[in-house]
């Protein structure tokens, strides 16, 4: 991973599992965010349960995960409380953020400003608040582990 | 499997993936009804892409794979457009009924008939249309493959 | 599953977690005989292991599992004593058979007999002795669920 | 992972793969050894798989793999042309070296030095030749992911 630009904040209009969390407020730890929608297969069978895998992993202080519940289909169906009973039902814990609609646009803001082609995708933010990687897909467990023990290896003494 | 009961009819309210479907059409085939809820974990990982392995390994003239959406909680979230965008994007093929609910009463009809306990159930009707086995929970691919067998062996000529 | 052949008898020159077993002696139960080599990749990562399940669902009464060592290669690094240990290490507790080598011929007996291509390869045998499939490579498990269930549907009331 | 001593050299008596390797000659590269017997059932059904998708995930240049055959029961069973079957058989191409036995000990040399519970056992060695985890047993994807991106993010550039 190479040096990168600051991450953009992301535009949240309800939060989940978590009170707001502002990405400034992240400085100091390595930041997951996972971008998905609850009726995205590959979200739901692989992409949330390996976010579950890092959570477990790591404490908070050093490695937060977040969901960004990116809506850009399925409006109705993916609504707020719609994900609320999904997230209850699967028990998924990390703060969830729902990305903000605007008027007119089935695309939300933050996927929009990331340039996001679909879900699920993967950000990974290092502790200084830059953007190393952006991944539209799923990475197999171990290069997501290499990555994140790359970012966590900075956070331990090598910047 | 022991000699059964027939299986009593389904009342459903609204089909996706076919026209509206009885039970005694379905005379001749082994017929293999999957109860579940679009956000039940158990069904959507596990419960939902076995049928679609037994769907794929049979013609459906000899066995049939029939969802139930048996809706017991989250009602609005699962509502039939919701069920549809599931359907779609998972690209699931096999007729999928929705349960009837009659006002006041949260558990839909064809579940409380059955006396369900829960998501997923499976049902393995035979070729005469006699419940052979109900089934709360997934069975491994093996054992229903056992089952299927046994049902599709006496289709085959030995009643 | 046709009517077939009756299975030609095994030739075996040493068995391991059993007495010595001819085929006739396992009339009345359905019999699932699995060829294999012990360092065949294939054989040790899914046969096997397959073959495990299957034993662990039914009553050897009822459905016993083989395991048959066809040697055709690596002669050396195969014999007895390390199927012994191979055994051991993997703690598999089915009857194995090791098929019977002649003086200069690189194919063991049975695998002649039987004309198999190589390891592994399964045949399932009815309770009444006769070789109703053989099989080149490794069925899921719901296949070869399917396949049981057809034979022990039989077993049980319909020939 | 913290500071370490300098991994002590391996003593093998015979190399698969590769001509002979000594740690020395690898400083500058983050090096993964397995120590394992070809007939340890975790050993060949998730360590060895696992080694694989280490060397496929990474330049050797960079990150090298090492097997190393520690066989402390069944000699006869496991002696080098057995291993020579076997990593041919499994198509591993990642240099094995065969640690090196006295008389009358079971144990091997590198085993009895590393102080080895056991196998499967994982030594990670960083680019400066320090050991700087010995694990018993397997690792799942994700944390030797995460082990790996540490030593990998300090060869970068951050010592």
Redesign the interface.
């Known amino acids: 991973m190479s040096q990168s630009q600051f991450a953009p904040p992301w535009q949240v209009s309800r939060w989940f599992n978590s009170a707001p969390l502002a990405l400034a407020d992240l400085r100091g730890r390595v930041v997951v965010v996972h971008a998905f929608q609850m009726?995205?297969?590959a979200c739901?069978?692989q992409a949330l349960p390996q976010m579950q895998?890092?959570q477990q992993?790591f404490p908070a202080e050093r490695l937060t995960v977040i969901g960004l519940h990116t809506v850009f289909e399925?409006h109705?169906?993916?609504a707020p409380?719609?994900l609320?009973?999904?997230l209850h039902?699967?028990r998924y814990s990390f703060p969830v953020g729902v990305d903000q609609h605007t008027d007119g646009d089935p695309l939300p803001l933050t996927m929009r400003t990331y340039a996001m082609q679909g879900t699920p995708t993967l950000l990974l933010i290092d502790a200084q608040g830059r953007l190393r990687e952006q991944h539209f897909g799923v990475l197999?467990?171990?290069?997501?582990?290499?990555?994140?023990?790359?970012?966590?290896?900075?956070l331990?003494?090598?910047?």
């Open positions: 009726l995205c297969p739901a069978m895998r890092v992993l399925h109705e169906a993916q409380p719609a609320e009973a999904f039902e699967y197999d467990d171990m290069a997501l582990g290499v990555a994140l023990g790359e970012l966590l290896g900075e331990d003494g090598c910047r």
